[in-house]
């Protein structure tokens, strides 16, 4: 199932997809112009707006506004551990240090709810977590008898089925993750028979105001933008597959 959904996302991500819908248009086009010539048209055009922070904020912000109150460390309840999902940091065999990565901030916020007392142990999640988050955990503080690493897991679901192995059916845990990664998660933990606490970080859509948004920023394409795009997309897919 693993192998098969990675195939799915390869092909119907709305980057791939959109640029075989556009070279099918300009191979149609070479029997029947005008439909060829509107199919790569629309597809071009759905890319270019998949590059707006327009489409960004529509598709991000129904996943990560849920979690916007939630992200005070201190004020976050306590737990009798801090699950901690991978993907925030890289690894690649030779590397003196691991690479901070997108979601890197999950490991820094971990790091907050345990140095504020909030749980005793920080259960790491993730492939390859062991060589790259571990150290980053014990730069931001935590002792490393404080740390329980998973390195099986390759994605949320076998997260939250190796993690109950570790913590105990309907353990109470603060789970960090990306804001718009969350509501999957919980699903996922909740299902495993765990009692999933949201401690989100790494907004990329939601902002509690739009000052600093530039005007063309709503219709111009940028590289930022289609990557969060991309992220969203997976997301959402990810929930109609779990379903």
């Given at each position: 199932?693993?192998?098969v959904?990675?195939?799915?996302?390869?092909?119907?991500?709305?980057?791939?997809?959109?640029?075989?819908?556009?070279?099918?248009?300009?191979?149609?086009?070479?029997?029947?112009?005008?439909?060829?010539?509107?199919?790569?048209?629309?597809?071009?055009?759905?890319?270019?707006?998949?590059?707006?922070?327009?489409c960004?904020?529509?598709?991000?912000?129904?996943?990560?506004?849920?979690?916007a109150?939630?992200?005070?460390?201190?004020a976050?309840?306590?737990?009798?551990?801090?699950?901690?999902l991978?993907?925030?940091?890289?690894?690649?065999?030779?590397?003196?240090?691991?690479?901070?990565?997108?979601?890197?901030?999950?490991?820094?916020?971990?790091?907050?709810?345990?140095?504020?007392?909030?749980?005793?142990?920080?259960?790491?999640?993730?492939?390859?977590?062991?060589?790259?988050?571990?150290?980053?955990?014990?730069?931001?503080?935590?002792?490393?008898?404080?740390?329980?690493?998973?390195?099986?897991?390759?994605?949320?679901?076998?997260?939250?089925?190796?993690?109950?192995?570790?913590?105990?059916?309907?353990?109470?845990i603060?789970?960090?993750?990306?804001?718009?990664?969350?509501?999957?998660?919980?699903?996922?933990?909740?299902?495993?028979?765990?009692?999933?606490?949201p401690a989100?970080?790494?907004?990329?859509?939601?902002?509690?105001?739009?000052?600093?948004?530039?005007?063309?920023?709503?219709?111009?394409?940028?590289?930022?933008?289609?990557?969060s795009?991309?992220?969203?997309?997976?997301?959402?897919?990810?929930?109609?597959?779990?379903?």
């Amino acid at each position: 199932m693993y192998v098969v959904n990675k195939l799915v996302w390869f092909f119907l991500n709305p980057l791939t997809f959109s640029l075989v819908v556009a070279f099918a248009g300009l191979v149609v086009a070479r029997r029947r112009l005008k439909a060829g010539l509107w199919t790569a048209g629309i597809a071009l055009a759905a890319l270019w707006f998949q590059g707006t922070f327009t489409c960004a904020l529509v598709t991000g912000w129904p996943l990560e506004r849920p979690y916007a109150e939630m992200q005070d460390a201190d004020a976050s309840p306590e737990a009798s551990a801090i699950v901690l999902l991978g993907g925030g940091m890289v690894y690649l065999e030779g590397m003196t240090y691991p690479d901070m990565a997108d979601c890197a901030d999950r490991v820094w916020h971990a790091a907050r709810l345990y140095k504020a007392g909030k749980a005793p142990k920080v259960v790491v999640a993730g492939r390859m977590d062991l060589q790259a988050t571990v150290p980053l955990l014990l730069d931001f503080g935590v002792p490393r008898e404080a740390i329980v690493v998973d390195n099986d897991s390759r994605n949320t679901y076998e997260n939250s089925r190796n993690v109950v192995q570790i913590v105990g059916e309907g353990g109470r845990i603060l789970l960090v993750t990306s804001a718009w990664h969350m509501g999957r998660s919980i699903g996922n933990f909740k299902a495993a028979g765990l009692d999933p606490i949201p401690a989100p970080c790494d907004f990329k859509a939601y902002r509690a105001n739009f000052d600093d948004v530039h005007f063309w920023s709503w219709f111009a394409p940028t590289a930022d933008n289609l990557l969060s795009v991309q992220t969203f997309a997976k997301e959402w897919m990810g929930r109609l597959a779990r379903r």
